[in-house]
C-alpha cells in the first residue's frame, strides 16, 4: 500500500489517500467523508465532555466565572455584548448548524434522497423519533414546572452516535453509518426549527424583517451568479445579527444559509477550462496565472462542496467540542446523584431516549415499510435498524443547547446529567445488540445488517456481455467494474490488488472500461485503442496486462512490439492504432464513466454500486464479501 498518492482526474492532480477518486456528483463518497469527521472527532468531544466535569468539579467558581465573562464587538454606536458560552452556543454553533443545512442539502441533491420516493422514510422516522421522546418526557414530568424542558429530549447528536459505533461496533458495514447519519439530518433540522419557534424570547418585528430582506437578497444574488465569498459572508453576518436581535436563536441563521448551498458535479467543460488555466501557470508561472488556476479549480467544486470542505472540520474539531467544554460541567456529589436520579427531569430524559428514540425509530420504519407493502424498504437490516434507533439515544449537542434555554440552576443540571446517562446507557444497549447479530450464522447475520431493500445503482451503464471486456464467469454472483487508463500509475498500483483478490476468485467476473486521462497522460488513449486493436484478434486480456505491465512504454513503437511478442497480426495490428478503427469504442466507455459521475483513475463499481475504500487486497476482498452476502439475500 502507498500512503500517498496523486489522484489522476482530468486535467487535474492533487493529493489524496490511497482511495477511490470521486467527484461530488456522488454522495457516497463526500458522505462517507463526513461520516470520517463526524466519527474522528467524537473522541474530542468526549475528552472536552470530561474535562468539563473534571474542571467543574474541581472548581465549579472558576468554571462558572470562565464562561460568563463579557466579550464585545463594536462599531461605532452598534455592539454587541455576550458572556462567552453565549457566543459559543448562539454565535460559533451557528456554524456547526451551517454543516448541518449542507449536509441535508447535498442529501437531497445527490444522495438517496434524490429519489423523492425515499424522501419518506428518513422524514417520518426522525419526526417520529423526536415527537415519542417528547411524549414520554411530558408524560413523565406531568403536573411539574418542568414540562417546558420537553426540547431536551428529542435530537440525537450526530458525532456522538457516530463515534460511538465507530467505537464500539467497528466491522459494521458502511451502509448502518450511512442510514444513521440520514435519518438524522431531519432530527438536526426540526430540532433547530423547535429551538426558533419555541426557545426563542419575544420576537421583535423589525429585526426579524431585515433577517429576511438579508436572506432574499442572498436568494437573488445566488440566482444571479454572483460567486464573491466576501459578499456571502456579509449578508450572513447580518442575518445572524438581525436574528439575535429579533429574539430568536441566531444558530437558525446557520441552517438557512447551508440549505441554499446546491450540490452537483463539475461539468467536463469547467473541468477542462482548469485543467487549461493550470497548463498556463505551468508554462508562465506568474502569480496572475497562479491565482486564475486557483480560482478555476475552486470555482470546478460545487458552492456546497466548497462550504463543506472549509466549515466541517472547524466545527467539528473545535467548535462542538469548545461547546462541549463550556456546557458540560456540572458538579456530580453523592447528594446530588441520589436526588437527580430520583427527579422527573431526569428520569423523562432518560426513558424519552432509552426507550422512546429505539421504538419511534424501529417501529416507524416497520410501518412505512408495511403500509407501502415493501416498496419503502430502510437501505439496511432490520437489526442494523433496532441498533441505530437504541443509538440514537445519544444525545448532546441540541439537547443541552435547549436545556441552557429552558433550565437553570439545579434543574438545568439534572437535564445535562439524563442526556449524559442516557448516552451512556445507550451506548452499552447498542454494543450489547450488534454483540448478539455478530453471533449469529452468517445468512441471518448478512439480513440483518444489509437488509433487502432495492440498492440505488450508480454505474449508469449496465454490463453488456457482447460489448465488455469480461474476466471470470457469467453467473458469478459478483460482478466488479473497473474504470482504468493503462498510463496511470495507480492503476497499475492496484493490479496486483485486482489480480489476487478478483480474478482469483470463482465468484467473480471482472470488467475493464477505458477512461483514458488524455489531458495528462499523452499515451493513454493510443493505449486504449491498441487494447481494442488488440481484442478483435482475441488478444484483449494479454494486451491488458502487458501494457499495465510497462506503463513507461507506451510509444507507437512499444506497441508494435508487444503485438508481435502476443504473436499477433502486426500489419493489421499497427494499421488499426495508426486509423484510430477503435477510437469509437473507447469513446464509447469514455461517456459511460461521464455518465455514472467518473472523473479519475482507477474507479470500481462493485454490483452497479461505487467503491470508495482502498483498493489493496484486504479492502476489496471485504467490499466483494459484502457484495456477495447481500447478493445471496436478494435471491
Request: charge should be neutral; charged fraction near 20%; hydrophobic fraction near 50%.
Amino acid at each position: 500500500m502507498v500512503p500517498f498518492m496523486i489522484r489522476e482526474s482530468r486535467g487535474v492532480s492533487e493529493p489524496v489517500t490511497e482511495r477511490t477518486p470521486w467527484t461530488t456528483r456522488d454522495v457516497t463518497a463526500p458522505l462517507r467523508a463526513f461520516l470520517r469527521t463526524e466519527s474522528g472527532s467524537a473522541g474530542i468531544l468526549v475528552a472536552a465532555i470530561i474535562a468539563a466535569l473534571i474542571w467543574a468539579n474541581i472548581g465549579v467558581s472558576s468554571y462558572e466565572s470562565v464562561w460568563h465573562t463579557e466579550f464585545s464587538i463594536r462599531l461605532g454606536a452598534w455592539g454587541v455584548t455576550r458572556d462567552l458560552r453565549t457566543w459559543i452556543n448562539s454565535g460559533l454553533m451557528a456554524f456547526f448548524f451551517l454543516v448541518v443545512g449542507l449536509e441535508a442539502r447535498r442529501e437531497f441533491d445527490l444522495g438517496d434522497l434524490r429519489d423523492r420516493r425515499r424522501l419518506l422514510l428518513p422524514i417520518a422516522t426522525g419526526f417520529v423519533a423526536m415527537v415519542i421522546p417528547v411524549g414520554i418526557y411530558l408524560a413523565v414530568n406531568a403536573g411539574h414546572d418542568s414540562l417546558e424542558g420537553w426540547g431536551v429530549a428529542m435530537s440525537t447528536d450526530t458525532a456522538l452516535a457516530l463515534g460511538a459505533l465507530s467505537l464500539l461496533a467497528r466491522r459494521l458495514p458502511e451502509r448502518v453509518r450511512v442510514f444513521l447519519l440520514t435519518m438524522f439530518v431531519v432530527d438536526d433540522i426540526v430540532a433547530l426549527l423547535v429551538i426558533a419557534f419555541f426557545y426563542s424570547e419575544s420576537i421583535k418585528a423589525m429585526p426579524l424583517l431585515t433577517a429576511v430582506v438579508a436572506f432574499a437578497v442572498l436568494l437573488l444574488i445566488k440566482r444571479a451568479g454572483v460567486d464573491q465569498p466576501i459578499v456571502y459572508a456579509l449578508l450572513g453576518v447580518t442575518i445572524w445579527a438581525a436574528l439575535l436581535g429579533s429574539g430568536i436563536d441566531p444558530i437558525v441563521a446557520g441552517l438557512s444559509i447551508g440549505l441554499t448551498a446546491t450540490a452537483y458535479s463539475p461539468s467536463r467543460e469547467t473541468l477542462e477550462e482548469a485543467t487549461g488555466l493550470v497548463r498556463l501557470f505551468r508554462e508562465q508561472p506568474t502569480p496572475e496565472l497562479a491565482r486564475s488556476a486557483a480560482l478555476g479549480l475552486t470555482s470546478a467544486l460545487s458552492p456546497n462542496a466548497r462550504l463543506q470542505r472549509f466549515y466541517h472540520p472547524w466545527t467539528s474539531y473545535v467548535v462542538v467540542p469548545l461547546f462541549g467544554l463550556a456546557n458540560a460541567g456540572i458538579v456530580l456529589t453523592g447528594g446530588f446523584l441520589r436526588h437527580a436520579y430520583t427527579q422527573p427531569i431526569t428520569l423523562g430524559v432518560i426513558a424519552a431516549y432509552v426507550i422512546g428514540k429505539p421504538v419511534a425509530i424501529f417501529g416507524t420504519t416497520w410501518l412505512v415499510a408495511r403500509l407501502s407493502r415493501g416498496r419503502l424498504l430502510p437501505p439496511v437490516g432490520w437489526g442494523a435498524v433496532f441498533g441505530s434507533g437504541i443509538i440514537g439515544g445519544v444525545g448532546f449537542t441540541v439537547s443541552f443547547l435547549i436545556a441552557t434555554l429552558a433550565f437553570s440552576g439545579s434543574d438545568l443540571a439534572e437535564a445535562k446529567l439524563g442526556v449524559l446517562t442516557a448516552g451512556l446507557l445507550a451506548s452499552g444497549l447498542m454494543w450489547a445488540v450488534f454483540r448478539v447479530i455478530a453471533r449469529l450464522p452468517a445468512r441471518r447475520r448478512a439480513a440483518a445488517l444489509l437488509g433487502t431493500a432495492e440498492q440505488l445503482v450508480d454505474l449508469v451503464l449496465p454490463v453488456d456481455e457482447e460489448r465488455d471486456h469480461i474476466r471470470g464467469p457469467a453467473d458469478a454472483s459478483v460482478t466488479v467494474v473497473e474504470y482504468g487508463d493503462f498510463e496511470c500509475p495507480y492503476c497499475g498500483k492496484a493490479e496486483p490488488s485486482v489480480r489476487a483478490s478478483l480474478i482469483s476468485d470463482a465468484d467473480v467476473r471482472f470488467v475493464w472500461r477505458h477512461l483514458p486521462l488524455t489531458d495528462v497522460h499523452q499515451h493513454a488513449q493510443m493505449a486504449a485503442e491498441a487494447a481494442e486493436a488488440a481484442a478483435a484478434q482475441g488478444a484483449f486480456w494479454v494486451m491488458h496486462d502487458q501494457l499495465l505491465a510497462h506503463q513507461d512504454d507506451l510509444t507507437g513503437q512499444d506497441l508494435v512490439q508487444y503485438a508481435k511478442e502476443l504473436g499477433l497480426d502486426t500489419e493489421q495490428f499497427h494499421a488499426d492504432v495508426k486509423h484510430h478503427v477503435y477510437s469509437a469504442r473507447v469513446a464509447q466507455d469514455v461517456d459511460s464513466a461521464d455518465l455514472s459521475g467518473v472523473s479519475g483513475t482507477p474507479t470500481f463499481f462493485i454490483n452497479g454500486q461505487r467503491h470508495y475504500g482502498r483498493y489493496d487486497k484486504e479492502t476489496l476482498l471485504n467490499a466483494i464479501k459484502v457484495a456477495r452476502a447481500r447478493a445471496k439475500i436478494s435471491r
